[in-house]
Structure formats: C-alpha cells, structure tokens
C-alpha cells in the first residue's frame, strides 16, 4: 500500500465517521447515562490522569478486508486540551494528522499538504473531532452522551466497552473498547463492516503546556 494511500485510509476513517456522527448534530440529547454508568465512570475518572497536554508513541494494527495481512503503522502522538491531536505516523510511511476542533488535515513526509477538511465547510466536523478527542483523552462525559457504557474497574486499572447509541453511527462502527489506569493504554475500534483497529499507546506522559514545535502545529 502506498503513502498515499494509507494516508487515504486514514481520513476516509474520519470522514466516514463524521458523516454517520452528522444525525448526533442535528438530532435530539442524547439519554443520560444509567445509574451503573455514572457510577463506573465515576470510578474511572478518579484514576485517569487530568493534564492539559498527554504525549506518547503509538502502535496500531489495523485488520482490513481484503488483506491477508494486517497493516501495521507506528509514531508518536499529541493531545492538547482544546486544541486537538497531532498524530505522527512514522512507519510504514511518514504521515501527520492534525485533528483540530475545526479543520482535520494531513500532511506527508516532505510538510506538504495532501488533504484538508474545515468544519465550515463540513459542519460535522466538529462532533467527529470532539469524539476523536475524547476517544484518546478518556472525556468521560463526552463519551457517556454517545455511547452505552459498560465495563469494569480493578486495581491493575479499568476497561470501558462502548456501544454507539444512534443507529447511523452503528452503521459505521460497532463497538469501541478501552483500557488503561492513569492514561488510555489501548483503544479498540470495530467497524460495522468488517474492519477493526488496535491501538496501543506507549509511555504516556502528562505535560502542563505544549512544546513549541507541537504549538506550530495547530497554528
């Protein structure tokens, strides 16, 4: 698979969310979360750790149809409260995605632009975005209005199976799973058709402030 292409996959993922998350938008509240959710996610929040900005690396394994193989991809990551995640893919092929809570864009190896979505002119794009972020910086809040959440909570650390509550975006993916302690340790994401990815995040580390060279990104 070229660069190209993975980089394809990547945003063609994201928009393809965006458009099943389009009915969250326009449709009504969701439900509260039930008594048992509230109480486990009460649990999870005091144990995940609450930072402006959480870096780390990355390994993902992503189960296509059609491969015999899965496609392995690995790099380092960025997530900035209220700014969005910067995702450095380093291997197979260098890529950079920068989800904002108004643009998505994808640079390749050279800085050169290759894809850019706005919410202006996708509106969705904020609700796929702000889900994204809260996939990867466990906002427990945000993914209790979407989802139906189970899961557990044990001294090694937690696990959160989510089951998206609106049928559109059941069409697209099915369940996510996540697992971790102080920091979101392995994120699983089954879509409906067929196709999963595992993410497993490496040496997290909280930081008060961005560094300059990852600001420059979200400028």
């Not at 302690?181 to 008060?208: C, M, W, Y």
Request: with cysteine; proline share 6%.
């Amino acid at each position: 698979m070229s660069a190209i292409a993975w980089t394809k996959r990547t945003v063609l993922g994201a928009a393809l969310c965006a458009l099943a998350l389009s009915s969250l938008a326009q449709t009504a509240p969701p439900a509260p979360a039930t008594p048992a959710a509230q109480d486990l996610l009460a649990q999870v929040r005091q144990r995940v750790h609450d930072a402006p900005v959480v870096r780390g690396g990355f390994e993902q394994l992503k189960t296509v149809k059609g491969f015999k193989q899965p496609l392995r991809s690995s790099g380092d990551f960025v997530v900035a409260r209220g700014k969005g995640i910067v995702w450095h893919v380093l291997k197979p092929f260098e890529s950079t995605l920068v989800v904002r809570p108004d643009s998505l864009q994808s640079r390749g190896s050279d800085g050169k632009l290759t894809t850019q979505m706005r919410a202006q002119d996708e509106p969705v794009l904020r609700t796929v975005n702000a889900m994204l972020f809260a996939v990867m910086s466990a906002n427990l809040t945000e993914l209790a209005q979407h989802f139906e959440v189970t899961g557990q909570v044990a001294a090694k650390g937690w696990s959160l199976h989510l089951v998206p509550r609106d049928p559109t975006l059941a069409q697209w993916l099915a369940a996510v799973e996540l697992q971790g302690n102080q920091f979101v340790q392995e994120v699983k994401l089954q879509e409906a058709r067929g196709d999963s990815s595992l993410i497993r995040i490496l040496t997290p580390v909280a930081e008060n402030a961005l560094r300059p060279q990852d600001a420059a990104q979200f400028e």
